[in-house]
């Protein structure tokens, strides 16, 4: 039988690298994978269904939401994204360790469902540092910028409810770090 594996949330304000850490991970370990997530938006040309999202209506995502089927759910620009618990816990149950890439709000809507839940949060070395990766991304217009620092900020305060902070100065540094942490915590999980 496998040994059950980890929820682990990694959360960072935009611009921190968390997406490319997270490559870098997945080609890493051999057993974790990305959670995917429901969505009530119209897929994007080249996503497919149940492996960028589940892509579902409104209709049945709100009949999830009260038979408390999400992990955690919001609503951002007027559709609705959440966690299944089902596609999740399948995939623990299978030994994988099973990683979301979610803001905070719905880091701690996790937390407090799963206290056994991982949580990391991604900072950038500086936030002279983050502006300027944000700049040079070239996707954004100055004012959504300066949107960005300023939610980037509020995040920041949010990190203390994290179990641990990573640092990306060096990609490959800070994936390293992150592989050991999850490797501690799997140990002192297995110890308990």
């Known amino acids: 039988m496998n040994e059950r594996g980890v929820l682990i949330i990694v959360s960072a304000p935009s611009g921190c690298g968390k997406s490319t850490i997270l490559h870098r991970l997945m080609q890493r370990r051999d057993k974790l994978c990305f959670s995917v997530s429901a969505t009530t938006r119209k ?10 999202y ?31 618990k089902a596609a999740v816990d399948a995939r623990l149950d299978a030994g994988y360790d099973v990683y979301l890439d979610i803001e905070v709000q719905g880091a701690m809507q996790i937390k407090r469902q799963r206290p056994e839940t991982l949580m990391i949060f991604v900072m950038p070395p500086s936030l002279e540092e983050l502006e300027r ?15 960005r620092m300023e939610q980037a900020k509020c995040e920041f305060e949010q990190s203390k409810y994290f ?18 942490i999850i490797d501690r915590y799997k140990h002192e999980q297995n110890k308990n």
């Open 133 to 147: 990766r944000l700049i040079a991304r070239g996707t954004d217009s100055a004012e959504v910028i300066r949107g």
């Open 54 to 84: 589940f892509f579902i209506d409104r209709e049945k995502f709100d009949r999830m939401v009260e038979n408390n089927e999400f992990l955690e759910h919001a609503e951002y620009v007027g559709n609705c994204y959440g966690t299944p």
């Open 163 to 180: 179990d641990y902070v990573v640092t990306n100065d060096v990609v490959e540094r800070a994936a390293d770090e992150i592989s050991e």
């Open 43 to 52: 897929p994007r040309a080249g996503e497919v269904d149940g492996v960028d």
